[in-house]
């Protein structure tokens, strides 16, 4: 069969099987009288053989050997060659994810582009200053995709940064949130309380709704995170779990302080005062969080307070009966 007929059955190129037979790789069996290559058909078998060992990514050279040396092995090749794609997948990748991010940011000529390449690459800055200047310049210098600055949230170790990213994404509006959703499921608990961080200063229904959901999630910082967010929206919801950490001892203070914000609605002032006075009744309650209760109730306006402070100045637990006596000094004072 003649180099043409092999071209067009075959798919390879006349220009392509000629390179072939110069390095040897696949050299045609026989010549015409007037000189042409003519392939066997074991020669357009050993073609069908190269073609379908370069899709694998082997070089010439590799499926040279591959063909002809008896003691070369595939399996050390192979494993290199899938090190290769995967770094190459993962290069790719990243090319079209910083692609995509400036697409979404609407550049609206080369000087838009440069300036979002340029904060991108601040924000992945090993530099944590670099990275908390992106940070801040990026609700005014030039639109940052809200994906990147969601992702260097959530992955931000530094306090002072991870602070400015969550001051950019809260006046980024909130295209931010669904990503945030996510990082509140993800297998990593710090993730998980940078997102919940996050949401939590987003300040539009949409995330107090997220915020809402998240008073039942499996993690118990991130339901105390939410608890407390919530509690400084005047939301009711988060009361038990507020009061749960004051018996705990988890951000007590916050939580009190939190709770006695709540109270100034009187609707909520007896619900509040209910709910510390039936934990204290409980006598499992390690005398610890008994004090913790106790002042709680401090600043919790209402009879139902009151009534309970009164009680607790005869409480058997002295530290406990003295500090309610103070209160009530206080109340009465006021």
Known sequence: MLIGDVARRSGVSARMLRHYDSLGLVRPTGRTEAGYREYSSEDIRRIFHVESLRSLG????????????????????????????????????????RLRRIGAAEPADWEDVLRTVALLQALGSE???????????????????????????????????AGALRWALARSGDGGLALLAEGL??????????????????????????????????????????????????????????????????NDADAADVLSALAGDPALADQIATGLVDCLAHGTIEPSARRRLTQ??????????????????HDEDRAVALTATYILKLRDAR
């Not at 050997?65 to 494993?79: I, K, N, Q, Y």
């Open 127 to 161: 530099s944590a200053g670099k990275r908390q200047r992106a940070a801040l310049s990026s609700v005014e210098e030039a639109p940052v995709p809200v994906e990147a600055l969601v992702e260097a949230a959530l992955s931000e170790t530094d306090p002072n940064v």
């Open 58 to 97: 082997l070089s010439l050279h590799e499926v040279g050997r591959a063909l002809d040396d008896p003691g070369f092995t595939p399996s050390a090749l192979v494993d290199d060659l899938i090190r290769q794609t995967r770094e190459r997948i993962a290069s790719e990748t990243e090319l079209l994810t």
């Open 185 to 250: 499921g993800s297998p990593a608990a710090e993730v998980r309380k940078r997102a919940v961080q996050s949401i939590a200063e987003i300040p539009n229904g949409e995330a107090t709704a997220l915020l809402q959901d998240a008073l039942t999630n499996s993690d118990i910082v991130v339901r105390r995170y939410a608890a407390l967010a919530l509690a400084a929206r005047g939301v009711a919801d988060a009361v038990p779990t507020l009061i749960d950490m004051i018996v705990e001892g988890a």
């Open 296 to 313: 709680a109730l401090a600043d919790i306006p209402g009879i139902t307070a009151s009534r309970a402070l009164a009680d607790l100045s």
